[in-house]
Structure formats: structure tokens, C-alpha cells
């Protein structure tokens, strides 16, 4: 079993924040996502955190991955769980 201290992450990893285009609230399966904001994982992940709750199911972030925890792209759920993890580093 992994512990909390043998897992490192790079936050300051290069990523973007993307955005699923919508109509009422769901994705457009027939659109690419498009580009909303460049950095750090930390910076891309600070921006996701700032979105409505209930819209942010729409934005994913690209970065390269940092396995076990962080995949090439990271949809809305892995994000939010991000965030948490990095409150306690």
C-alpha cells in the first residue's frame, strides 16, 4: 500500500485548462474542447476550482502524466480530488 509521503506530484508542471463547448448545461459531443487558461498543474487546478460547481463536469486539464495519480487528461472528479491532495502537501 502507497503512503501520503512516498507520492510526489509536480504541481508545477506544465497544463492547460480546457472547456467542453455546451448547450443547456451539457458537452457538445460534436466540438472540440478549446483552450481557457496556460500554466501550472497548480495554476490550471486554482482556475478549475473557481468554476460553478455544477458546470465544471465541462473543463478538463492536459498535462503530461505523473503516474499513479495524474493522468494525461484530468476530468472534473480527479481534479476536485487534486486539489484536496494538495492541501495536505
Not at 455546451?22 to 478549446?34: G, K, P, Q, V
Not at 465541462?58 to 494538495?86: G, K, M, N, S
Request: with cysteine.
Amino acid at each position: 500500500m502507497m503512503e501520503a509521503n512516498d507520492i510526489h506530484m509536480r504541481f508545477d508542471a506544465p497544463a492547460t485548462l480546457r472547456k467542453w463547448p455546451s448547450i443547456n448545461n451539457e458537452r457538445r459531443a460534436d466540438r472540440s474542447t478549446y483552450l481557457l487558461a496556460e500554466g501550472t498543474l497548480d495554476d490550471c487546478i486554482r482556475e478549475f476550482m473557481t468554476k460553478p460547481e455544477v458546470t465544471r463536469h465541462l473543463y478538463e486539464i492536459h498535462t503530461a502524466p505523473q503516474p499513479p495519480l495524474v493522468t494525461e487528461i484530468l476530468l472534473a472528479d480527479h481534479i476536485t480530488e487534486l486539489a484536496r491532495f494538495r492541501s495536505f502537501l
